[in-house]
């Protein structure tokens, strides 16, 4: 079974810090995307990463997939209280007959001002 | 565009009660998913269907029933309500690409009470 772990679990910093969070997995993932979830919302996506090494950036969020495709961190610099909410990781699980998306259990972050 | 509708929005049911979540997406999606989320539990997916007529069990499919008589609708049924069944759910629906990535386009959610 694939499993994906983030970490921290929960994160809280001060308006213009920076901060980096872990997506890790023992298994090997085609892509993985990131997903930003604000309270009574679903998750919306932010970036799909396809080729290991690969870095992409969207405005303050640096994301970057492993070399061997089996993590992604996602980096924010000089976080805004704008990007309070709950990041989750996820991949596609083809452990059964078709592929689906598994998740990763999310950190919390709040940026205070 | 509305992408991806969950009707009811919120719900309050008794125990062994039953009730029927609707979700509709409007993009083509060959593929769409029922997810239920808990509080430290993260997304757990119940189940899943990859075209019209198709269901497959997820993670947490105990139960639940679903359908998908038609391509753009995926029902969620809860056939006797327990207490451990509130929760947030929250229907998605996807394409493939040549690339295998799945990118999942999510409704609102259902938030259900069981009491």
């Known amino acids: 079974t694939q499993l994906l772990e983030q970490s921290p679990q929960f994160l809280s910093i001060q308006e213009g810090e920076n901060l980096t969070v872990y997506c890790n997995s023992s298994s090997v993932f085609s892509s993985l995307q990131w997903y930003r979830q604000e309270p009574g919302e679903g998750p919306v996506l932010l970036v799909t990463?396809?080729?290991?090494?690969e870095v992409k950036k969207l405005k303050r969020l640096t994301f970057q997939f492993g070399d061997a495709r089996k993590d992604s961190s996602l980096h924010i610099t000089a976080a805004q209280p704008g990007d309070t909410g709950l990041y989750l990781c996820?991949?596609?699980?083809?452990?059964?007959?078709?592929?689906?998306?598994?998740f990763g259990k999310g950190t919390k972050l709040s940026v205070k001002p | 565009n509305a992408g991806v509708t969950q009707t009811p929005k919120f719900r309050v049911l008794k125990t062994g009660q039953s009730m029927t979540l609707l979700c509709a997406q409007d993009?083509?999606?060959?593929?769409m998913y029922w997810y239920r989320q808990d509080p430290g539990m993260g997304l757990r997916l119940i189940h899943y269907?990859?075209?019209?007529?198709?269901?497959a069990k997820g993670e947490v499919p105990d139960g639940y029933n679903v359908s998908r008589l038609k391509k753009q609708n995926f029902l969620l049924g809860l056939e006797s309500a327990a207490p451990s069944q509130t929760s947030v759910y929250f229907c998605?629906?996807?394409?493939?690409?040549?690339?295998?990535?799945?990118?999942?386009?999510f409704g609102q959610g259902t938030r259900l009470t069981v009491v």
């Open positions: 998605a629906s996807s394409y493939r690409s040549d690339r295998g990535n799945t990118e999942a386009f």
């Open positions: 996820a991949g596609p699980n083809y452990g059964g007959s078709q592929g689906n998306l598994i």
């Open positions: 990463v396809v080729t290991g090494g």
């Open positions: 269907s990859v075209g019209e007529g198709t269901t």
């Open positions: 993009m083509n999606h060959e593929y």
